[in-house]
């Protein structure tokens, strides 16, 4: 930093003495609009996230600021409004191709809502209870909960009167605020379309074991399979990955008797991976020799080179809903539990044969 | 939530009651230590971020704290010892396959450090100015700028004694801290060989006018290419994502009065489009017909349908020079300004012909 360079800050400088400002006195929106000659409601809205203030308000109110070395401080303010504006997103999986799209939408629409997203990236998605105490200790306004919690991990949320919204997971059996694509539905609209085209040799790469998301969506292969009669379908496990997905074809074609028509897969990198198993280690081509299919809908997924048959889910709206579901507990924490399943979409790519 | 389910938290939560808890008084770490029999010490290291506690330990605090409803208040913390613990990451481009793994090296060093990241994730990189004021708001600790910044905006930063570290990027004429992947080399790098393989009609796909570091890559390359008379050399700009990669191919094709040997993208993933337009659009065959070449070395980047030919970036020890250098001028402000430039790594994939 090119600090020596430069004027010192104002020693009055509210951000390094919150307490006391120049001539000991704290400076104030209201000196701020004085100096700039608007109204204080005018500063309010400048400094307000999202607030209506036309380009040349603003930098006529920041000129002012700076120069009183006034800056809003959202921390001392949380201390008297009871909010951070801080929203804690708990997620893993950051180097897989669908959370950080997940993570980009999710932290639009809390800007849209004068929230911040305070980030929990893990490693895995059972290292939670690593980072919970931490989650405490910065006072956040509300948990979004894109890994898996314990029943004990959410009632400590609960005890603190924080709302908690689980984005593509939830838990049995107790209510909870949650979002989710439609897992079962996808799962079983994908498997009703490859059964009606004749397949009958259906063959599994399902995620990580402590992935929620990926074992309801195996679960509801399986399920589907054995109301059409199929059954002791051979499942391999990966770990969400290309390199898994590609390892999992090969373990697949070794277990069977008979080389599997249909490689579901529980996402979408997982069924790239496996579609160039196919084409480049195994010389089969996708689709006639073997089918695969995903979950997701991530961008490579429609890359003319892959084109994988899959289940799109509704990202952005999803995202939306989350924010609007967390927002109305903060605001109104007497509001009762509510799910929201949002369908995913069948993409008929070209990598599995339909007809 | 499943709040009504549940017992109402205790009225003298620290967490809501920060200035008082019960009997009017604050619950101290004192009073957890005395009730898990353990010295205030020992709950210290308990609660914070990386200290040393066996799991034991941590359990009979925990219980202890979860009784006397106590919880760190980070916030009202920070106000004390002017240290929120934060550290402001502006990010840009989160749906590229590039800055997803920039952000979870950033937030796994960032975690080692106690420090957590507040994720300013920006639709364009030219949008900081938009959320300049909120990072200021939030009191962090210092900034990571995956963006670019203007003069006037690292200057309202070093006026507040934010430290900030640019990553990928910095700002000409002035000193600042800043991590790079050594792009210069690295373009001359590939075209060097490209060169050397006896390729001369070359064109480029550029990124977006306001990518530092794909305008940099683009110079680099059209320098070196100087450097052997090549000149006039057609570019066309991308917008970093595959469909600008593959439209950018068609654009090429058709400017040229004979169509280029190579084609130098700003990014893996323009690279990618780029391959598959060759190859799905216009019946070219990579790298016999036409040799592609990217930068970043991503994900993607190594799957068997691409391969490509590219720089791989350092990032992970990026993340960790950026963390050690932001967390060395946290601590000490009077540190001077400070460049590392990460030399990246020549992959030779099999999308040029590079002999």
Redesign the interface.
């Known amino acids: ?7 010192p ?1 104002p020693e009055s ?1 509210q ?2 003495e ?1 307490l006391g400002g120049r001539d000991g006195r704290v400076v104030t929106s209201y000196d701020v609009a004085r100096r700039a000659g608007v109204s204080q409601s005018a500063v309010s809205r ?2 307000k ?1 999202g607030g209506s203030a036309g380009a040349k308000m603003r930098a006529r109110v ?1 000129r002012a600021a ?1 120069q009183l ?1 006034y ?6 303010r ?2 008297i409004t ?1 909010r ?1 504006n ?1 929203i804690a ?1 708990l997620i893993s999986n ?2 897989s ?1 669908y ?3 997940v ?2 939408e999710l ?2 629409r809390a ?1 849209a809502h004068s929230e ?6 893990l ?1 895995n998605e059972s290292d939670v209870d690593q ?1 919970i ?2 989650v ?4 956040v306004d509300g948990v979004i909960a894109a890994v898996r919690l314990s029943l004990e991990q ?8 924080i ?2 919204v689980f984005f593509n997971r939830f838990l049995r059996d ?4 949650s979002v989710c694509c439609d897992q079962v539905d996808g799962a079983r609209m994908l498997v009703t379309r490859l059964y009606d085209a004749g397949h009958r040799r259906f063959s599994v790469i399902a995620g990580p074991k402590d992935s929620v998301v990926g074992e309801e969506r195996v679960r509801a292969t399986l399920d589907r399979l054995g109301e059409f009669g199929i059954r002791g379908v051979p499942v391999v496990r990966g770990n969400y ?2 390199e898994s997905g ?1 390892q999992g074809l090969h373990q697949l074609v070794k277990l069977a008797h008979k080389p599997p028509q249909v490689a579901v897969c529980a996402n979408d990198l997982m069924a ?2 496996c ?3 196919a ?3 195994l010389g089969l081509t996708v689709p006639n020799d073997l089918s695969v299919v995903g979950f997701d809908g991530v ?2 997924s429609t ?4 084109r994988v048959t899959t289940i799109r889910q509704p990202v952005s709206r999803m995202a939306e809903a989350t924010l609007t579901l967390l927002m109305d ?1 903060i605001n109104n ?2 509001m ?2 509510e799910k929201r399943i949002l369908a995913g979409q069948l993409i008929e790519g070209n990598s599995a044969r339909l007809s």
């Open positions: 930093m090119p600090r020596s360079k430069h004027k800050a400088s951000t390094n919150p400048c400094f996230p920041r700076e070395g800056t809003p401080n959202a921390i001392a949380s201390l009871r951070s801080l997103v950051l180097t191709l959370y950080p799209e993570l980009s932290s639009a800007s911040r997203v305070l980030l929990f990236a490693p980072t105490d931490q405490m200790q910065y006072q959410l009632e400590s949320f609960n005890r603190r009167h709302p908690v107790i209510p909870v605020n990955d290309y590609r790239i991976g579609i160039d198993a084409r480049f280690d961008g490579p890359w003319a080179s892959h507990r924490p007497s009762p539990p």
